[in-house]
């Protein structure tokens, strides 16, 4: 069983930067795809970004390329996302979510994604 649990969420003005943080425990190894995904009310979850535990390669979606980047610290066993450039419209609930599929296969589909943790939100305001 995995475990995710994120932080980082908070305030930011327009034009701010935000890192977000989420914690793993439980079995993970490389083989593992692991993503960002934000949702507002009344609208669906959408993927942001994966990163693909086994070599490091990501993907994004179009709305943040350029803005946010998806890493992972292997050894404190942390995904981050590092989100620059914030507007209003980043305003949402961002979870973290993992799979012990490939990034191939799962892609930024949040029905491929096993593990979720409950969310940070952003707030993306002045």
């Known amino acids: 069983e995995v475990q995710l649990v994120e932080s980082g969420g908070g305030l930011v003005q327009p034009g701010g930067s935000l890192r977000l943080s989420c914690a793993v425990s439980?079995?993970?190894?490389?083989?593992?795809?692991m993503g960002w995904f934000r949702q507002t009310p009344g609208k669906e979850r959408e993927g942001v970004a994966n990163?693909?535990?086994?070599?490091?390669?990501?993907s994004y979606a179009d709305t943040v390329k350029g803005r946010f980047t998806i890493s992972h610290d292997n050894a404190k066993n942390t995904l981050y996302l590092e989100m620059i450039s914030l507007a209003p419209e980043d305003t949402a609930m961002y979870y973290c979510?993992?799979?012990?599929?490939?990034?191939?296969?799962?892609?930024?589909?949040?029905?491929?994604?096993?593990?979720w943790g409950q969310g940070t939100q952003v707030t993306v305001s002045s």
């Open positions: 979510a993992a799979d012990s599929n490939s990034c191939f296969y799962v892609r930024l589909r949040k029905d491929r994604f096993a593990y």
């Open positions: 439980g079995y993970t190894s490389a083989n593992y795809c």
């Open positions: 990163i693909y535990l086994g070599g490091g390669k990501t």
